[in-house]
């Protein structure tokens, strides 16, 4: 399984980097626009991705030890202040 728990998806955001979070299984890889993170042993992932001004795609992918993928692609606007 893949949940992301943030940020929503179509969100509108007035500050950049943007906190990325979510949980899959422990034995998973998971990577957020193809860069690989770490688990703690719930599964549990964290980073920060920085933004362009205006539209942003954010794709996390997790690949199972099986080699199975999931993937949420997140759409994120960032508007500055």
Known sequence: FL??????DQTIVSKSPVRVAGRTTPDAVVSVNGVSLPLDSLGVFESTVA???????????ATGPEGDVLDSVL??????D
Request: hydrophobic share 45%.
């Open 51 to 61: 933004l362009q001004d205006g539209p942003n795609i954010i794709d996390v992918v």
């Open 3 to 8: 949940i992301v728990t943030d940020p929503e």
């Open 75 to 80: 759409a994120i606007i960032y508007r500055p």
